[in-house]
């Protein structure tokens, strides 16, 4: 086994009952009194046991001779270092049939601790970033690492990134739900993502891709809340050695409420799944420019790019030339969905979080859909004016999202020093007015702005 799957991730274990069907897949019970269940797994080609002995089968397969009683059977695939997998207990019962189990492979930290053991660490165009199979790029422990520039220097730039979603569900009343940038708060240690196998790595001399997909679970003291469920995530990470400073994510959000084997971990979706109307899908990051404390924020809406830098240009505890002039941080929307009619450039204090589960979730629809702006095709949030840590974002929106239905965006990771000669180290910058083009901060993000339009040739 993998070291690390002994001190990371843990098999997320299911124990109840779920839909079990007689079907004729696989072979009929043996005429001795006993059953037999036709076990599936999603994905396919994952170890049986049952009753905690492993089976020497792998889904899909028939497990026969199964007394009647309750039993415990548990599909689970080891992989990139994690136990993906099910555990489900449930009675056997003499009906003549094969009984019928269909089971997901997942992954779900129970605290934060196991989140660090799991960080792969990949360096590409100047930059290293950290992934985890659970599915929060730039995430090590929390407090930076995340995301270092140059790649060699220790120099800290963010804490988190995470794709962000917001909509109204078709069933629980009037209020929206919404992804928390974080999927834990001191009161809820089990987050709701949960990793899928497997993620997948490949460089070559020009690039790094990195692939991963999670889901969207609510633990088990959540289910009955109404929350944000039944999303599958799925993230392209891309950086090319020849381009600096840059990494492009692809996200695809897909809604799964219908999907027998999402159903089987969350039973208390109606029948038919759930819809979400005038939803906003997005991309956010905890842009931590060394001292989280001391960064402002500036909108660029020609180029649908939020920016996070040191208020002063000044970081001592940053290594060589950045001490005194530390890289700007900017979030570029690249691609939003057909039919998106609205970008939305935002960003708000750490004290304004929103957590999952909690009766501020839907604060999260009212920041990623900036409801209280009147601009039209690129709304903006507040413009912060005093320096402090902040997250942003850029969201796409409104969609809709019915069972099966997906949208995908496109956002660019981007990092550059200040332009020579637009700044004093230790002075500060205000963020200014968006709209114009020639003000002190838009002059220092020229370059990164800049980098931006090289994104856009990234593969789609």
């Known amino acids: 086994m993998h070291d690390r ?30 059953e037999s269940v036709f076990v599936t797994s999603d994905p396919a080609g994952a170890r049986i046991e049952v009753d905690g002995r492993d089976t020497g089968l792998l889904t899909p397969d028939t497990v026969s001779r199964l007394t009647i009683g309750t039993h415990t059977v548990t599909v689970r695939m080891d992989t990139a270092g994690v136990a993906y997998g099910m555990t489900l207990t449930f009675p056997i019962m003499s009906d003549g049939g094969v009984q019928r189990v269909d089971l997901p492979l997942v992954a779900r930290c129970l605290s934060p601790a196991c989140l660090p053991p799991l960080a792969t ?12 199979p659970l599915g929060m790029p730039f995430y090590h422990d929390g407090s930076g690492g995340g995301l270092l520039y140059p790649a060699a220097s220790g120099n ?7 794709p962000v979603f917001a909509g109204f569900p078709s069933q629980g009343g009037p209020d929206p739900v919404s992804l928390g940038v974080y999927p834990f708060d001191q009161t809820n240690p089990t987050p709701y993502w949960t990793g899928r196998p497997a993620p997948s790595d490949s460089s070559a001399a020009d690039r790094v891709v990195h692939r991963q997909s999670l889901w969207i679970v609510p633990p088990t003291y959540f289910m009955r809340f109404t929350t944000v469920r039944g999303l599958e995530i799925d993230q392209r990470l891309e950086g090319r050695n020849d381009v600096d400073g840059v990494v492009v994510i692809r996200v695809v959000f897909r809604n799964i409420t219908d999907r027998a084997s999402y159903r089987a971990i969350d039973s208390v979706i109606p029948a038919g799944g759930l819809v979400y109307d005038n939803a906003y899908v ?37 290594t060589g030339g950045a001490s005194a002039a530390p890289a700007l941080l900017g979030l570029r929307l690249l691609e939003a969905p057909p039919g998106a009619t609205t970008t939305v450039l ?19 629809w009212s920041v990623l ?24 974002a850029v969201t796409a929106g409104p969609v809709r999202l019915a069972p099966g239905d997906s949208a995908v ?24 007015d968006p709209d114009d083009p020639d003000r002190p901060i838009a002059r220092a993000a020229a370059a990164l702005l800049a980098k931006g339009a090289v994104a856009e040739q990234f593969q789609p």
């Open 369 to 392: 859909s900036a409801s209280g702006s009147t601009r039209t095709g690129t709304k903006l949030g507040p413009v912060p004016t005093l320096a402090r840590d902040y997250r942003m």
């Open 409 to 432: 965006i496109r956002v660019a990771v981007l990092l550059a020093p200040p332009v020579d000669g637009t700044f004093t180290t230790g002075r500060v910058i205000a963020p200014g």
């Open 5 to 34: 799957l002994a001190r990371g991730a843990l098999l997320l274990a299911l124990v109840g009952a779920v839909a079990c069907d007689s079907s004729d897949g696989g072979q009929g019970p043996p005429p001795d009194g006993t």
């Open 282 to 318: 997005g991309f956010a990051l905890d842009g931590d420019i060394g001292d989280a404390t001391d960064d402002l924020v500036a909108y660029f809406p020609a180029q649908r790019t939020v920016v996070t830098y040191d208020a002063d240009f000044q970081e001592v505890g940053f």
């Open 346 to 364: 935002t960003s708000w204090p750490q004290s304004a979080d929103w957590f999952l589960g909690k009766t501020n979730e839907p604060l999260g």
């Open 121 to 132: 660490f990949h360096d590409v165009g100047g930059v290293r970033f950290v992934t985890n």
């Open 156 to 162: 800290s730039y963010a804490s988190l990134g995470t």
